[in-house]
């Protein structure tokens, strides 16, 4: 058994046309990730562009991850976590 599939050419770089590019393989999902910017940041930079223009109902919270409570009890996370959000 071949190692090459049967649907792949190679073609010899004679028949390419002079100045003619090859493309890169397309992203992954995780290095398209990387690339895009997240969602809080665009959102936060809108809010201090729109200024006083923007609605109050729509409040921006940050992710409050396990690093930022710290090693609280498993009991006081959810009081904590309430805590921090913006009311």
């Given at each position: 058994?071949?190692a090459?599939?049967r649907?792949?050419?190679?073609?010899?770089?004679?028949?390419l046309?002079?100045?003619?590019?090859?493309l890169?393989p397309?992203?992954?999902?995780?290095?398209?990730?990387?690339?895009?910017?997240?969602?809080?940041?665009?959102?936060?930079?809108?809010?201090?562009?729109?200024?006083?223009?923007?609605?109050?109902?729509?409040?921006?919270?940050?992710?409050?991850?396990?690093?930022?409570?710290?090693?609280?009890p498993?009991?006081?996370?959810?009081q904590?976590?309430?805590?921090?959000?913006?009311?």
């Amino acid at each position: 058994m071949s190692a090459i599939p049967r649907t792949l050419r190679v073609l010899p770089k004679t028949s390419l046309k002079p100045g003619s590019k090859v493309l890169p393989p397309p992203l992954t999902n995780q290095n398209e990730r990387a690339f895009k910017e997240p969602l809080l940041r665009i959102m936060a930079r809108r809010q201090q562009e729109a200024g006083d223009m923007w609605p109050p109902n729509l409040r921006i919270e940050p992710h409050v991850t396990k690093t930022v409570i710290g090693k609280a009890p498993e009991e006081m996370r959810v009081q904590l976590k309430r805590l921090l959000k913006e009311r």
